[in-house]
């Protein structure tokens, strides 16, 4: 059997929190959900991951989710304007089991890790893709914030 080619992310994509801060909770969630819906769904958009070579699709869910659910802070919030990117360039990490409560359509979950730059700062972002019985992958992400040397997921779970 072949073996596969290391993969190493070699571009880092970019983002700004400037527009975000100063918002409120609820005007941030509407932001986050009025782009992904403007830029994801309104044009079908599918993004092909370069580590994998799989084709990950977006949906309303994804956007209900992302905006709506979990913990809210520009830093995480942001990440939806370079989400395409983050997805296209991310590195393959390994498989997750489907949880018990997941319905059974969810076959499992391959995880990814994106180094991105978040107002000129490396940070590392856990992409989550839903793998489904259908044969489509969904994603939903994570981020890794550094706080007092202790490292504090907040995640957005099955987007």
Known sequence: ????????????????????KGLSLIEIRNKTFAYYCSHYLNSEKRVKNKDT????????QGARKVAHGGYVYPEKMC??????????????????ERKEKDPPKV?????????????????YVHLIIRVSSNGKFHYSMEVNILENKKTVRFTVADV
């Open 53 to 60: 070579g799989i084709i990950v699709e977006f949906e309303k």
């Open 107 to 123: 076959l499992g979950y391959l995880n990814f890790n994106a180094k991105v730059k978040i107002d000129g700062k490396i940070e």
């Open 1 to 20: 059997m072949e073996e596969r080619q290391k993969y190493k992310q070699t571009i880092i994509p970019e983002v700004s929190t400037d527009g975000w």
């Open 79 to 96: 990440l939806v304007q370079i989400l395409e990117e983050m997805i296209r360039h991310a590195k393959y990490s390994n498989w997750g």
